[in-house]
Nanobody
Framework: QVQLQESGPGLVKPSQTLSLTCTVS??????????WSWIRQPPGKRLEWMGA???????SYSPSVESRTSISRDTSKNQFTLQLSSVTPEDTAVYYC??????????????????WGQGTQVTVSS
């Protein structure tokens, strides 16, 4: 059973960088054809796929956040990390990490993800 757990600060000031880590257990983030993503849900809005890092370390991002987003990984710890820079109150959301696959192309629909973390609330406020 794959399990994912998000961790990071729940409050970030505007213009700062949001940083979250997802720790994965029960499966390796280097297993072929699996994708590890960050997905968020602002209050009252739909789930939004932000980006993914695949089994080889290749990253893909949503155009809506690409200029401010970086996803990286630490294979020794079986973790992957989200960094979102220059945050504003519009970045306030519940942030989820999730696994999709096996696919030959990066899944960008939230319906394609089978294992999810419980989610972590991040509020951007001064």
């Amino acid at each position: 059973q794959v399990q994912l757990q998000e961790s990071g600060p729940g409050l970030v000031k505007p213009s700062q960088t949001l940083s979250l880590t997802c720790t994965v257990s029960g499966g390796s983030i280097t297993t072929d054809y699996y994708y590890w993503s960050w997905i968020r849900q602002p209050p009252g809005k739909r789930l939004e796929w932000m980006g993914a890092i695949d089994y080889s370390g290749k990253t893909s991002y949503s155009p809506s956040v690409e200029s401010r987003t970086s996803i990286s990984r630490d294979t020794s710890k079986n973790q992957f990390t989200l960094q979102l820079s220059s945050v504003t109150p519009e970045d306030t959301a519940v942030y989820y990490c999730a696994r999709g696959g096996p696919f030959v192309a990066v899944p960008t629909s939230t319906h394609q993800y089978d294992y999810w973390g419980q989610g972590t609330q991040v509020t951007v406020s001064s």
